[in-house]
């Protein structure tokens, strides 16, 4: 075999081996994606099933229930439009609470309960994630210069 052929199929083998690599993280990328849904979007069926999301909204008042001796708690997210029922079992965030904003990741079941891996709240008063601004239909308040 001459060097020039040798040279082509290291070439050659690099292309493959650098679009072999690219396809795989591509791959992963997109199945790693975590999505926003808002709850309307939720109950128009929206989501994809079998797979982890997030779900943003305001905390419904008087909607957090927590059982007694554990930390599961259930709690209502709305969007001002519609509402998905949310189950946890953890501690929620300190910031947590009726009324604010909340962002969720977790999947869907069956019976449309959203069961929550983590649970996310505001950490600032003047924040509120532009996700959740925007499917509430509310402009995102102005960050103050520090």
């Known amino acids: 075999m001459t060097p020039r052929r040798k040279r082509l199929l290291a070439v050659i ?7 072999a690599a690219a396809t795989l993280a591509t791959l992963a990328f997109k199945e790693n994606l975590l999505y926003f ?23 419904t008042t008087g909607s957090v229930k927590r059982s007694s001796g ?12 519609e509402s998905v029922p949310v189950r946890y079992t953890g501690l929620l965030p300190d910031l947590f609470s009726e009324g604010k904003g ?26 509120m994630p532009p996700e959740v601004a925007e499917s509430l239909r509310m402009p995102t308040p102005a960050r103050k210069s520090e």
Do not use: C, M, W
């Open 13 to 19: 083998a690099i292309v493959a081996g650098v679009g």
């Open 37 to 59: 849904y808002s709850p309307t979007q939720i109950l128009a069926g929206e989501v994809p099933q079998g797979r982890t999301f997030r779900i943003g909204g305001l905390v």
């Open 70 to 81: 554990s930390l599961e708690v259930s709690f209502i997210v709305t969007d001002n439009q």
């Open 102 to 127: 909340v962002i969720a990741h977790g999947h869907l079941t069956e019976s449309g309960e959203f069961v929550a891996d983590e649970v996310l709240a505001k950490h600032d008063e003047n924040y």
